[in-house]
């Protein structure tokens, strides 16, 4: 169960009252497989928390996209820095299969901390979240040849493998389709 207030019950000691505060501040929305949530040089003015489906986030380096990360159920979608700094944003978020995300502007966000403080920690919680995940990317990429780092996605991140195309896995580990088809290869045997 993906559902936004499970998340909340799970992760934080919101009351039930703060949950329903919180929960009325965000939209549904259902988005088909090749729809954006964010596309470059837009201003990113919202997070979406994902109940189904799954996200990639790529840029566009040389007429090709380069893949930063994804997205599934339980994941929160935004460009943080373009978020935060008003500024375009570098990178697309698409949806790689049907999806249904729960999204708040973040200057609803603001209002609603006034009605349920607890969102602050969310809110907190998710920067620190962020943090993290970039300071272990940019660890991974510096420190792991190819073979390390897609044996640290396979144990981390099992899931990719069945809901992500090759091509784009390929890309996130900073490899061609056809290195990524060696190194599988190498490990089957």
């Given at each position: 169960?993906?559902?936004?207030?499970?998340?909340l019950?799970?992760?934080?000691?919101?009351?039930?009252?703060?949950?329903?505060?919180?929960?009325?501040?965000?939209?549904?929305k259902?988005?088909?497989?090749?729809?954006?949530?964010?596309?470059?040089?837009?201003?990113?003015?919202?997070?979406?928390?994902?109940?189904?489906?799954?996200?990639?986030?790529?840029?566009?380096?040389?007429?090709?996209?380069?893949?930063?990360?994804?997205?599934?159920?339980?994941d929160?979608?935004?460009?943080?820095?373009?978020?935060?700094?008003?500024?375009?944003?570098?990178?697309?978020?698409?949806?790689?299969?049907?999806?249904?995300?729960?999204?708040?502007?973040?200057?609803?966000?603001?209002?609603?901390?006034?009605?349920?403080?607890?969102?602050?920690?969310?809110?907190?919680?998710?920067?620190?979240q962020?943090?993290?995940q970039?300071?272990?990317?940019?660890?991974?990429?510096?420190?792991?040849?190819?073979?390390?780092?897609?044996?640290?996605?396979?144990?981390?991140?099992?899931?990719?493998?069945?809901?992500?195309?090759?091509?784009?896995?390929?890309?996130?580990?900073?490899?061609?389709?056809?290195?990524?088809?060696?190194?599988?290869?190498?490990?089957?045997?």
């Amino acid at each position: 169960m993906y559902e936004l207030d499970h998340y909340l019950e799970k992760n934080f000691p919101f009351n039930s009252t703060s949950i329903t505060v919180v929960k009325e501040c965000f939209s549904s929305k259902d988005l088909k497989k090749g729809d954006y949530f964010l596309r470059e040089g837009e201003y990113c003015k919202k997070i979406a928390y994902v109940e189904q489906g799954a996200f990639v986030y790529f840029e566009y380096i040389d007429v090709e996209e380069k893949v930063c990360d994804f997205a599934f159920e339980g994941d929160w979608i935004t460009h943080y820095k373009g978020l935060t700094q008003g500024l375009p944003s570098t990178v697309n978020i698409r949806a790689l299969e049907p999806a249904k995300i729960q999204w708040i502007e973040i200057e609803n966000m603001t209002a609603c901390e006034q009605e349920a403080p607890e969102l602050r920690t969310l809110r907190l919680q998710l920067v620190e979240q962020y943090f993290m995940q970039a300071m272990d990317r940019a660890s991974s990429l510096a420190n792991f040849n190819a073979e390390k780092r897609y044996e640290k996605m396979l144990a981390e991140r099992p899931e990719l493998f069945n809901r992500v195309p090759q091509y784009h896995i390929a890309s996130y580990l900073g490899l061609k389709p056809q290195s990524l088809s060696r190194i599988r290869a190498k490990k089957i045997k």
